[in-house]
Antibody, heavy 126, light 110 residues
Framework: QVQLVESGGGLVKPGGSLRLSCAAS????????MSWIRQAPGKGLEWVSN????????FSADSVKGRFTISRDNAKNSLYLQMNSLRPGDTAVYYC???????????????????WGQGTLVTVSS | QSALTQPPSASGSPGQSVTISCTGT?????????VSWYQQHPGKAPKLMIY???KRPSGVPDRFSGSKSGNTASLIVSGLQAEDEADYYC??????????FGGGTKLTVL
């Protein structure tokens, strides 16, 4: 069965950095796009970033461009999110999710998340 | 990208039907048939309920259905059950390789 397990969350000061990890199992990891989605306390969901199965293509929300970097290690079946220049507004539970879709020719098709991890909490506060 | 608009709350009695709307623009909901819906119980991860407007993953009861008209998508829950009480979020492809979620709707089973 598909399992996604996030780790690496915690308390960090504004301006600091943190690296989240997501361990995947139960499917051929390299065949799928993967995503990070976050949810601020008591708020809705916000898409953060997608990465192609090969790792060759990355798409990110404007709110995190230049600060957050998604990456993956297919040999370790792992997804990562490097978060730099953190702000209090980045405080959220960060979910790793399997993305069903593919992107080519200027657009993406299907576009949904079929499996989600349980999330890891990131708190940015002084 | 602006969040899609959902009503903050919806409610219905057991056995009744309830519809949750998700309004966007021609750049997201209206421009693509890539609307999905997620159910989230308190403290839990979201669960996929509907994808590509009206397709249901295996294991999701057929009481859940989806539709779209213009810039507004809808999730219909028929035959409401107590376990349907949860937050529901819509999502849509928004062009330029981006995705956008709605603000969420809290469904209460009276």
């Amino acid at each position: 069965q598909v399992q996604l397990v996030e780790s690496g969350g915690g308390l960090v000061k504004p301006g600091g950095s943190l690296r989240l990890s997501c361990a995947a199992s139960g499917f051929t990891f390299s065949d799928y796009y993967m995503s990070w989605i976050r949810q601020a306390p008591g708020k809705g969901l916000e898409w953060v970033s997608n990465i192609r199965g090969s790792g060759s293509t990355i798409f990110s929300a404007d709110s995190v461009k230049g600060r957050f970097t998604i990456s993956r290690d297919n040999a370790k079946n792992s997804l990562y999110l490097q978060m730099n220049s953190l702000r209090p507004g980045d405080t959220a539970v960060y979910y790793c999710a399997r993305f069903r879709g593919f992107c080519t020719g200027g657009t993406c098709y299907s576009n949904y998340f079929d499996y989600w991890g349980q999330g890891t909490l990131v708190t940015v506060s002084s | 990208q602006s969040a899609l608009t959902q009503p903050p709350s919806a409610s219905g009695s057991p056995g009744q039907s309830v519809t949750i709307s998700c309004t966007g623009t021609s750049s997201d909901v209206g421009g693509y048939n890539y609307v999905s819906w997620y159910q989230q119980h308190p403290g839990k991860a979201p669960k996929l309920m509907i994808y590509e407007v009206n397709k249901r993953p295996s294991g999701v009861p057929d009481r859940f259905s989806g539709s779209k008209s213009g810039n507004t998508a809808s999730l219909i829950v028929s035959g409401l059950q107590a376990e349907d009480e949860a937050d529901y979020y819509c999502s849509s492809y928004a062009g330029s390789y981006s995705l956008v979620f709605g603000g969420g709707t809290k469904l209460t089973v009276l």
